[in-house]
């Protein structure tokens, strides 16, 4: 998801000289190809996140478009203070854009999980949060944050997820504020945030096996503030059980 991040930034920030990216002294490997055609628009804070945020809302002030980038809890955790008193109650149009959510750098230890992040982040005023569930979501979804004024949380995973909507055509049309329809069933549905999508297809398909004649929806929910209320009160109406 990282890598379809920085492409998509990168073939915006050609067409939009208001972009900027900052990060918090990581993001080696991917960030170069930004900083590298961008050197004006690009700034690595160091190990200051509080800094970095503060640095984006002076420059949202300044009528930027403001991503700050690093590991999900670095730039959440670490400097919630300023996301909320700057960035949030201000209304600034900065993008907070995670990498690892959950446990994807579980080997680094506990200072590394990312499990708190969306609960956190969901209690802020004026924030949009999105989750995409795969590449091409994640795609979609900085396309659409740009396009948006105001604050944006932005959770990717990290590296190597699967395309799961290479064979919809019509997603390139599709709001990323909306529920995706990944699968039609009648019986279950199954809504899924982030990077579980790949786990509630894999899961849909073993209960439909194991359960003769059930057929289970899976909804990929990527945008969860605002919730698409719509979609869930469907399926609400259409099928027995929601998961």
Same mark, same amino acid.
């Given at each position: 998801?990282?890598?379809? %991040? ?27 190809? %930004?900083? =590298? ?30 991503? &700050?980038?690093?590991?999900?809890? %670095? ?6 203070? =300023? ?6 109650? $201000?209304?600034?149009? /900065? ?16 200072? $590394?999980?990312? /499990? ?11 924030? &949009? ?12 979804? /900085? ?21 799961? $909507?290479?064979?919809? #055509? ?12 990944? =699968?039609?069933? #009648? ?21 439909? #096996? =194991? ?15 605002? +919730?698409? #209320?719509?979609?869930? %009160?469907?399926? +609400?109406?259409?099928?027995?059980? +929601?998961?």
């Amino acid at each position: 998801m990282r890598t379809a %991040f920085i492409e998509t930034l990168c073939e915006l920030a050609e067409q939009n000289d208001r972009i900027w990216l900052l990060c918090g002294d990581l993001g080696y490997s991917v960030l170069e190809r %930004f900083a =590298q055609r961008f050197p004006n628009r690009y700034v690595n804070v160091g190990v200051a996140e509080q800094n970095m945020t503060g640095l984006a809302v002076g420059l949202s002030m300044c009528n930027k478009i403001v991503f &700050t980038y690093s590991i999900a809890n %670095f730039n959440t955790f670490r400097c919630i203070e =300023q996301i909320r008193n700057d960035v949030c109650y $201000h209304n600034a149009n /900065v993008k907070i854009v995670s990498v690892g959510g959950g446990f994807t750098y579980g080997t680094q230890g506990y200072s $590394h999980y990312a /499990v708190e992040d969306l609960a956190i982040m969901r209690a802020l005023p004026n924030i &949009t949060i999105i989750a995409p569930g795969d590449p091409i979501e994640a795609r979609l979804a /900085v396309k659409t944050i740009i396009e948006n004024e105001g604050p944006c949380y932005l959770r990717l995973g990290k590296a190597g997820e699967e395309l799961i $909507h290479k064979n919809n #055509k019509k997603l390139s049309n599709v709001s990323i504020r909306k529920a995706i329809v990944v =699968q039609e069933g #009648k019986d279950i549905t199954l809504i899924s945030t982030g990077g579980m999508l790949k786990t509630a297809i894999g899961a849909a398909d073993r209960i439909s #096996k =194991q359960r003769i004649g059930i057929s289970v929806r899976v909804l990929s929910m990527p945008t969860i503030k605002p +919730i698409d #209320k719509e979609a869930i %009160f469907e399926a +609400i109406r259409e099928t027995s059980a +929601i998961f």
